[in-house]
C-alpha cells in the first residue's frame, strides 16, 4: 500500500500533469487508478479527472483575475494558449495563490511565442505591481508640516522613509497607455517600442492604488531617496538637470508633492 506521501506525490502529479495527450493522461491514470474506489478504471479516471480538471481552471482564474487587462488585450484564444503553457512551465508551488502568477512576466518575455510581442509582458509586469502596491502593508504617513518643522541645520542630513506600497515600473513600450484604454473600455493603441517610460505606484489614504508618470529627473530623484540619500545629496545630483538656483526649488517640490499624495512614512 502506498504512503500518504507517496499518494499526495501521485495525485499532485497527475493534476498538474499536461493533459493534452492520451499518453500523459493514461501514464498518469495507470500509476494512480488503482488507489481510488471505483467501481471500474474507467470510473476512476473520471474521478481524478473532474479534480483535476476543476484545479487547472482555478489557476486559469487566477491568472484571469490577476491580469484582467492582459487578458482583454489578448482575446480569449491566446489568453488560454497562455494560461495553458504558463501553468505547464510553472506549477504552482504555493500554499496561496496570491504568489502564483509572479513568474508571468518573465514567462511572456522568455517563450518562443509570446516574446515576439514585448509588450505583453509589460502590461503583466505592471498588473504585478498594481496588486504588490495593493497588498502592501499599512503604515503611517508623515506630513509636509513635519519637515517644515525640523531645525533648518538638520535639513541638509534629512532623509526620507516611503511608504511599503510605493512601487516603480520602467519598460520601454506604451504598456500603461494600452492598459488605460482597456480599462476604459477603449481599443488600446498599437504597440509603441521607441520610448522608455517610468511610473510611480502606490496605495492612497483610501486605499485606492493609484499611479502617475516620472519624467527622468523625477525618477534620477525619488530613486536615490528610496535608497537611502540625503536631502543634501539629492539636491546636488539635480544640478544634471538644473541650474544652482532651480535645483533645490525642484526637489523641495517633489518632496512636498510626495507629501500630499501620502507615500513618505517617516523622515529619519
Known amino acids: 500500500m502506498a504512503s500518504l506521501k507517496q499518494t499526495q506525490e501521485l495525485f499532485m502529479a497527475y493534476i498538474l500533469s499536461d493533459k493534452s495527450t492520451d499518453n500523459a493522461q493514461d501514464d498518469k491514470c495507470s500509476a494512480f487508478t488503482s488507489l481510488i474506489t471505483a467501481k471500474s478504471d474507467e470510473d476512476g479516471q473520471t474521478r481524478l479527472g473532474i479534480y483535476a480538471s476543476a484545479y487547472r481552471l482555478r489557476l486559469i482564474e487566477t491568472i484571469e483575475t ?3 487587462m492582459l ?3 489578448l ?8 494560461a495553458q503553457e504558463y501553468i505547464n512551465a510553472h506549477p504552482s508551488s504555493y500554499r496561496s495563490l496570491r504568489h502564483f502568477c509572479d513568474a508571468l512576466p518573465p514567462f511572456l518575455q522568455d517563450d518562443a511565442f509570446f516574446s515576439q510581442y514585448p509588450i505583453l509582458s509589460h502590461i503583466a ?23 517644515e518643522q525640523l531645525a533648518p541645520e538638520h535639513w541638509p542630513e534629512s532623509r526620507f522613509r516611503f511608504h511599503s506600497s510605493v512601487q516603480i515600473f520602467k519598460c520601454q513600450s506604451n504598456a500603461v497607455e494600452s492598459w488605460q484604454a482597456l480599462k476604459n473600455q477603449q481599443t488600446p493603441p498599437q504597440p509603441d517600442y521607441s520610448i522608455a517610460c ?8 483610501e486605499r485606492l492604488t493609484e499611479f502617475i508618470s516620472l519624467t527622468e529627473y523625477q525618477l534620477v530623484l525619488l530613486e536615490g531617496f528610496l ?27 517633489a518632496i512636498r508633492a510626495w507629501f500630499e499624495m501620502g507615500i513618505i512614512r517617516a523622515i529619519a
Not at 509586469?125 to 519637515?147: G, V
Request: net charge negative; glycine share 6%; hydrophobic share 40%.
Open 66 to 68: 490577476d491580469h484582467e
Open 71 to 73: 487578458g482583454i488585450y
Open 125 to 147: 509586469a505592471f498588473e504585478r505591481r498594481l496588486l504588490n502596491a495593493f497588498d502592501a502593508e499599512e503604515q503611517s504617513r508623515a506630513s509636509f508640516s513635519e519637515l
Open 227 to 253: 535608497q537611502g540619500q540625503s536631502l543634501a545629496q539629492q539636491c546636488e545630483l539635480m544640478l544634471n538637470y538644473f541650474d544652482e538656483e532651480q535645483a533645490p526649488t525642484k526637489v523641495l517640490q
Open 75 to 82: 482575446g480569449d484564444e491566446l489568453f488560454d494558449k497562455m
Open 198 to 205: 517610468a511610473w510611480l505606484l502606490w496605495r492612497g489614504e
